[in-house]
């Protein structure tokens, strides 16, 4: 084969790595394929499956002749009314359906979506730290500056927006927040949530809450949106998914709700960008928001399962761990001597099989921990957090 070396990349993906869960799939392949049997408790990708209901609405759609065209962007209109139905039932927050909301193929797509039409290069976006990956790489792809705001755990992993320089404040076109948090499982007390709407409207900046895990709470908490706050539509816009919600992660069925000119603004730039989903998935989405949502505690109370044997093992392991009261993941500090996550992740996955996350991928001040993901199954997260007590022993 010739050697085209003309062919480059663009300078804004010039310096980009693969995402760090490509990588980890190539590595456990290799394992697997020497003998090894491996337990991913690595990406937050559910095990469980959507209730019958939704599957039922699936298949029924896809044998009817007239649902296998190009579906209008965006979500079609009964999807978009099921994502006002889903606002108005869950959060008591009315939206109008077409104007302020817009259906997503997953939400990490509006994510990365939402830099691409606020940001001119030289803007400042505010990601928190540690957080998920995509918030920093999509501010670089836009060619914004990124000003990482720290997340620690003697505050509650709460962020301090008095210690945003003025200068930053300035410049900021985004800031980026998301409760229930990924990776440490915190959530906001609602204080916050108007703190952080007073800040945004003062300044004027866009908040993005990206909150795919209100509906997976433990011990009766019930996680709010930041769209119940007074005035949160003037500056903000929250990201909402049915994959962790619904079990639905490779559905790719996601949504945008606030600002209307924001939400404006991500349609048409999904114009150029897609051709919206599958019509039958679309209605099986609308079966998920609009259907009965009791499934979901017991649901919830597997994962409350899953995270106790993980909590109560890794603190015997020598983890400094607290209980999350919601999300899917569980966020561990390191035994005392070790510091390095992704040396340590990385000697446990080849020398027990166990497959954690680094807490580094998710930035600097995730150094030190690493993240346990409880979408597995509950017997193969007890043989994990086993092997794990045993290896370090």
Not at 41 to 52: A, F, T
Request: proline fraction near 7%; charge should be negative.
């Amino acid at each position: 084969m010739k050697n085209y070396s003309f062919i480059h990349p663009s300078d804004r993906i010039a310096s980009f790595k693969p995402y760090y869960f490509a990588t980890l799939s190539k590595k456990i392949l290799t394992l697997q394929e020497k003998g090894v049997d491996i337990i991913k408790i690595d990406m937050g990708s559910p095990d469980l499956p959507p209730e019958p209901f939704i599957i039922d609405k699936l298949t029924e759609s896809a044998s009817l002749p007239n649902k296998h065209g190009y579906t209008p962007m965006g979500g079609s209109p009964e999807f978009r009314k099921a994502i006002s139905y889903y606002y108005e039932n869950r959060f008591g927050v009315k939206v109008d359906p077409m104007t302020e909301t817009v259906g997503l193929i997953g939400s990490k797509e509006g994510l990365f979506h939402l830099t691409q039409v606020l940001v001119n290069p030289g803007d400042y976006v505010i990601v928190p730290d540690p957080g998920y990956p995509v918030y920093s790489a999509s501010a670089q792809i836009a060619g914004g500056q990124i000003y990482k705001l720290p997340l620690f755990s003697e505050n509650g992993f709460i962020p301090d927006l008095t210690s945003i320089p003025q200068d930053v404040i300035e410049k900021t076109k985004i800031i980026w927040i998301n409760y229930p948090n990924n990776p440490t499982g915190a959530i906001a007390p609602f204080s916050f949530f108007e703190e952080i709407v007073a800040f945004a409207i003062k300044n004027r900046i866009i908040i993005a809450h990206d909150a795919p895990y209100v509906d997976v709470c433990f011990d009766g908490y019930v996680a709010p949106s930041l769209l119940q706050v007074d005035g949160a539509k003037e500056v903000a816009v929250e990201f909402n998914s049915l994959s962790k919600a619904y079990n639905m992660a490779g559905w790719r069925l996601g949504m945008a709700v606030g600002n209307l000119d924001v939400i404006g603004y991500i349609h048409t730039y999904k114009s150029q960008m897609d051709s919206s989903q599958f019509a039958p998935v679309i209605d099986a989405g609308i079966a998920a928001l609009t259907g009965d949502q009791a499934w979901l505690t017991k649901r919830n109370s597997i994962y409350q399962t899953r995270r106790d044997i993980v909590v109560a093992g890794l603190k015997k392991a020598g983890f400094i761990v607290d209980a999350p009261p919601a999300a899917i993941y569980v966020w561990a500090k390191l035994p005392s001597g070790q510091t390095d996550s992704m040396e340590f992740c990385n000697r446990l996955l080849e020398e027990t099989g166990v497959s954690t996350t680094p807490g580094l991928v998710y930035g600097q001040y995730g150094e030190g921990y690493l993240r346990v993901s409880l979408g597995t199954s509950t017997d193969r997260i007890r043989e994990a957090i086993d092997r794990i007590k045993n290896w370090i022993k």
